[in-house]
T-cell receptor
C-alpha cells in the first residue's frame, strides 16, 4: 500500500547525542515536511522540501538538520544543539510544493524521549 | 504571519450530542482551510477541506463552512459517536511564499457512551 513510513516509532536518546529519524514515502510526492508536536501547542514546522536536493527552514529549524537526496526519503537529524528535543515528530508529504490544495499525508510519527 | 486559533479543549460530550469546535484564522489572501483528525498514537488524517469562501467541506458526518466575513471554519457534527474521540486540528495553507500548512493548537474531544 502507498503511504509514509516513519521509523523508529519510539526512540530514547541520552543528552548530547545526535539521532536521525527516518521518513520514506512511496506516493511519488514531490514535497515532504517535518513537524514537531508538543502537548497543547499544535504542530510546528521544522523543515520542508519541495524538490529533491532542496529544502527550506521552517519556523523552528534550530538544532535540526535534514537532507533530500532522493525523492522518497527525507531524514531528520535532531542534534545535540536542540535544547528541548523530547517531542512527537511527524513527517508528511504532498503531491506538489506550492499551489493551494494543501493536502498533506502524514506518517504515524516518531516519539523521541531524551533521558 | 498567518495564524489559526482553535477553541480551547478538552471537550467532553455524551454520545449523540451535537458538536461544535470553533476555528478562526488570520491570513493574507484567501487560503484553503482544513480540518485534520488525529486518533491516539497515530499521525494526522485529512477530515475535510474547503478551498474558497462559502464552500462547505463534509466527511463522515462532519461539516465546516468557509466564512470569509467572519474568518471562521467551525467544525460541526449533529450526533457524535464514541469513535469520534480524537484530537482535531484546524489548518490553513499560506498563499504567500512557499506552500506551508499552519495549524491551530488542536482540540481534544472525548465522547462518553
Amino acid at each position: 500500500d502507498g503511504g509514509i513510513t516513519q521509523s523508529p516509532k519510539y526512540l530514547f536518546r541520552k543528552e548530547g547525542q545526535n539521532v536521525t529519524l527516518s521518513c520514506e514515502q512511496n506516493l511519488n510526492h514531490d514535497a515532504m515536511y517535518w513537524y514537531r508536536q508538543d502537548p497543547g501547542q499544535g504542530l510546528r514546522l521544522i523543515y520542508y522540501s519541495h524538490i529533491v536536493n532542496d529544502f527550506q527552514k521552517g519556523d523552528i529549524a534550530e538544532g535540526y538538520s535534514v537532507s533530500r537526496e532522493k525523492k522518497e526519503s527525507f531524514p531528520l537529524t535532531v542534534t545535540s544543539a536542540q535544547k528541548n528535543p523530547t517531542a512527537f515528530y511527524l513527517c508528511a508529504s504532498s503531491i506538489h510544493g506550492g499551489g493551494n490544495t494543501g493536502e498533506l499525508f502524514f506518517g504515524e510519527g516518531s516519539r523521541l524521549t531524551v533521558l | 504571519g498567518d495564524s489559526v486559533t482553535q477553541m480551547e479543549g478538552p471537550v467532553t460530550l455524551s454520545e449523540e450530542a451535537f458538536l461544535t469546535i470553533n476555528c478562526t484564522y488570520t491570513a493574507t489572501g484567501y487560503p484553503s482551510l482544513f480540518w485534520y483528525v488525529q486518533y491516539p498514537g497515530e499521525g494526522l488524517q485529512l477530515l475535510l477541506k474547503a478551498t474558497k469562501a462559502d464552500d462547505k467541506g463534509s466527511n463522515k458526518g462532519f461539516e465546516a463552512t468557509y466564512r470569509k466575513e467572519t474568518t471562521s471554519f467551525h467544525l460541526e457534527k449533529g450526533s457524535v459517536q464514541v469513535s469520534d474521540s480524537a484530537v482535531y486540528f484546524c489548518a490553513l495553507n499560506e498563499i504567500q511564499g512557499a506552500q506551508k500548512l499552519v495549524f491551530g493548537q488542536g482540540t481534544r474531544l472525548t465522547i462518553n457512551p
